[in-house]
């Protein structure tokens, strides 16, 4: 479970999980699991995967002990990853600016950008 906190300054929005429109302003989604989309118009879709205990063998490291966290997910956006792990509840705030720009950042937890194949082909 992770709280999610969104700080949105951008001129025409966004949605959350295809509900309605949120315009600029500061909104919190306490309690959240499993997968979510923030749509920003005109900018693509934020996704929110919910990986459970399940962790990414490719981003684990004993050099990292946040990475050997229980609960995880990954955060993606416009061909961008975010990887991150937590304990107990995750706190993820995401920033869109006034052009669409986004910022993440897992409070008191651990979290990196990683390079996750949108295709492959063999």
């Known amino acids: ?3 999610v906190t969104i700080a949105s300054k951008y001129l025409r929005g966004y949605f959350v999980d295809g509900g309605n429109r949120i315009m600029p302003d500061t909104s919190q989604f306490p309690h959240w699991s499993g997968h979510h989309t923030i749509q920003v118009p005109g900018m693509g879709d934020i996704l929110i995967l919910d990986l459970g205990e ?4 490719k981003f684990t490291n004993d050099k990292l002990p946040w990475t050997k966290m229980t609960w ?3 955060v993606r956006y416009r061909g961008l990853d975010a990887y991150f792990r937590y304990e107990g509840t995750g706190l993820i ?6 052009v669409g720009s986004v910022t993440v950042s897992f409070k008191d937890r651990g979290g990196m950008i990683v390079k996750i194949p949108d295709l492959v082909v063999e």
Do not use: E, Q, R, S
């Open 54 to 57: 399940t962790k990414l063998d």
């Open 93 to 98: 705030a995401i920033k869109i600016d006034l």
């Open 72 to 74: 995880g997910g990954v």
């Open 1 to 3: 479970m992770f709280d």
